[in-house]
């Protein structure tokens, strides 16, 4: 079982790290890119559906000459350049067809890899409370299995009765189990995980088919992938661009025959081409693909693309205070004697009374007094009588070697030492209480000797990275059931911009309601049932796996590691995406300038334009060589940026000026200059081999 599941892992860790190198995805794209010839499925992406429609008939141009020996459409008997023409139009295509095909590749990787998790089990259905034992196929919505220990889950579902220790690796990767609980929010679990411990009962809640590892199947299989708003105004940006240049390319030949030349239909092709931006066109599926990727390796499934770009758009963060700023469990922090009483003997009294509290807070307690000197004490033994914890008396404590000793609330040990706490405990008391913290009052025999300032730990660096999400344009808001005083305390001790205290699920929705009618973009986590109306209203919504079915429903990003910290990434990988997106439409742009300057003095080369001369700067061999080391260039850009496309522009928190400053250094002025070395290059080779004839 242990081999099994140590190869789940192997197999879910190899899908979601597969590398450009990787030949399985390779071998693979380089069919797809093919098959993507279609034109019903080219015209989808109007700029290269037009570069492949110039690749016919520059074909037909090249058969024509070549066949019946006859100028044809070229205009001269130069088959050997149309021929080039022809073919590195074909590649141009094929290198766009091929990154998209790559993208999609990763995501099928993936895929396979979850498939590899998935097999048929029995099940244990119970019907009448006897045990029918069936294939996990034939299990529908609203049936109860049992699961004992090493059993597989049959199917999605609510844990209605029991706990467990549940291994989720062929689904998260991670060998940590988890527990799942009956009457909560991590009741939800998912087919295909095996129970390590216990006993539970299980309602499922999806049919065979809709389960959630059949949908992050689907949804991890790119090719479904529907375009997102700003990929679609980006794609009807650059159909336009098109359609520009193609009239100002057809209105060259009148120019070319006042100037006393003619300009042939392979050259015009050739000119459009290489005018209209196909680097963005070649890759802006790629990059969309490769957001949905990169979320997915960091163990989020994006149930939409839409989601990963409203990630990069997010203005304000909802956080959670439990699990996300604090740890969630109050910890002790400080010790405070009484006025007289030595530090030595609270310390030792403390630890005492809290051997036998399991809680977090007696655990923190007892290892924070060893920490500061007590003597270790046995947990247990002759003369020594333990008193949990009752809701009547609110104290704990142990009674040993006729001594008592108790810790507990302040009223109920004022009561139980039958003295008012002295006034320098009273005060320390309430001063723990305005700081958000929560005092206990230790005694012995009846007399205080001390309190003690527990209080909820905020998280180390959690203040630096809201200082970095700041630096980002990101607000943050804590949300938190806690009373205002508190609130406030952990707000001011984790440097959060706002926070909601006391909330409920109304106040949740009404929050993200006032802030979306600011105009500002809103993510939150949620895994309850009561978070299920705040993340449906979300613009970015992320429900954690170990959640309810109504949360992960309600959501748009589900983080299989459960991880409501996980928030900060998603939003990175958003922004991250947006900003990849942008830089290669900068370069691609700039890319046409520089083809331009190459192109346009080719054509009027020899004509009675003197003037036209001038522009050409990069003083390229001949007209055939320069538009056919324009065409080279132009397709070998799209394969050299496939890995930015796909890896993405690091993201850094500098500020949106300075991002776009960057943005206009890096990728506006490199791609006008790349153009100019690499076509002078490519001009010098095919002039040395003999190609540009």
């Known amino acids: 079982m242990e081999d099994r599941q140590r190869q789940e892992r192997r197999n879910l860790r190899r899908g979601r790290t597969s590398s450009l190198t990787d030949r399985t995805i390779l071998l693979p794209a380089l069919g797809g890119a093919f098959t993507k010839l279609n034109p019903l499925r080219m015209v989808r992406n109007p700029v290269m559906f037009v570069v492949e429609v110039g690749s016919v008939i520059t074909t037909v141009v090249f058969m024509l000459d070549l066949f019946n020996g006859t100028p044809g459409f070229s205009g001269a008997n130069n088959q050997l350049f149309v021929g080039q023409i022809a073919a590195w139009l074909w590649l141009t295509v094929l290198f766009a067809n091929f990154a998209e095909a790559v993208a999609e590749g ?138 520009i240049f193609m009239v100002a390319t057809v209105t060259l030949q009148p120019f070319a025959i006042y100037a006393g030349t003619s300009v042939t239909i392979t050259v015009l092709i050739a000119l459009l081409v290489c005018l209209i931006p196909t680097t963005i066109g070649g890759l802006l599926s790629a990059i969309g693909i490769a957001g949905i990727d990169r979320l997915l390796q960091r163990n989020v499934v994006a149930l939409s693309g839409r989601a990963v770009e409203a990630a990069g758009d997010v203005d304000t963060l909802l956080l959670d205070k439990t699990g996300t700023i604090t740890y969630g469990n109050r910890q002790a922090s400080e010790f405070i004697p009484a006025p007289g009483v030595p530090m030595n003997r609270l310390l030792e009294a403390a630890e005492l009374a809290s051997l036998a509290d399991e809680t977090p807070e007696g655990k923190s307690i007892v290892a924070l007094a060893r920490r500061l000197g007590a003597a270790a004490a046995s947990n247990g033994g002759d003369g020594m009588t333990f008193v949990p914890f009752s809701a009547s008396t609110r104290m704990s404590g142990v009674d040993v070697d006729s001594h008592s000793i108790r810790k507990g609330a302040d009223d109920a040990m004022a009561r139980w030492s039958a003295n008012e706490l002295p006034a320098e405990v009273a005060e320390r008391v309430a001063m723990i209480g305005r700081s958000g913290g929560t005092p206990l009052v230790v005694g012995e025999d009846h007399v205080v000797l001390g309190t003690i300032h527990l209080k909820d730990i905020v998280k180390p660096g959690i203040r630096d990275r809201f200082a ?112 990849t997106r942008g830089a290669l439409t900068t370069f691609s742009i700039a890319n046409d300038v520089a083809k331009y300057f190459a192109i346009i003095p080719a054509i009027f080369i020899g004509t009675t334009v003197g003037e036209l001369k001038a522009l050409n700067v990069m003083q390229l061999h001949s007209s055939n060589s320069a538009v056919l080391a324009a065409v080279i260039f132009n397709a070998l850009i799209i394969i050299a940026l496939v890995p930015l496309a796909l890896r993405g522009v690091r993201y850094r928190p500098i500020g949106a000026a300075a ?24 001009d010098l080779i095919i002039t040395a081999i003999g190609l540009s004839a």
């Open 106 to 243: 990763r995501g099928k990787a993936q895929a396979a890899a979850l498939r590899r998790t998935r097999s048929d089990t029995i099940a244990r259905r119970l019907v009448d409370g006897k045990e029918d034992r069936i294939p996990s196929t034939q299990l529908r919505k609203g049936d109860v299995v049992v699961c004992e220990v090493g059993d597989v889950i049959p199917g999605d579902g609510d844990v209605i009765e029991g706990i467990a220790s549940v291994d989720e690796s062929a689904i998260t990767g991670e060998s940590a189990p988890v527990i799942r609980e009956a009457g909560g929010d991590r009741s939800a679990v998912t087919g295909g995980t095996r129970v390590l411990s216990d006993r539970i009962v299980v309602q499922i809640t999806a049919n065979p088919g809709q389960t959630f590892l059949d949908r992050m199947i689907n949804l991890v299989e790119s090719a479904s992938r529907r375009k997102t708003p700003n990929e679609i105004a980006l794609n009807i940006l650059l159909a336009a661009l098109t359609i």
């Open 659 to 682: 991002l776009l400053r960057n943005n206009l250094l890096i990728y506006g002025i490199g791609g006008i200059i790349a153009p100019f070395i690499g076509i002078k290059l490519i």
């Open 468 to 579: 970095e999400l700041r630096r980002m344009g990101l607000r943050t808001v804590m949300i938190t059931g806690d009373n205002p005083l508190t609130a406030a305390a952990i707000a001011r001790e984790s440097g959060v911009d706002d926070f909601l205290a006391q909330a409920t699920p109304e106040r949740k929705l009404e929050l993200i309601k006032n802030e979306q009618g600011q105009g500002r973009m809103i993510a939150m986590t949620g895994d309850g049932t009561n978070d299920a109306p705040a993340l449906a209203q979300a613009d970015v919504a992320v429900a954690m796996n170990s959640g309810t079915q109504a949360a992960k429903e309600a959501g748009n990003l589900i983080d299989l590691d459960s991880d409501p910290t996980k928030l900060i990434e998603i939003v990175e990988a958003g922004k991250q995406m947006l900003i």
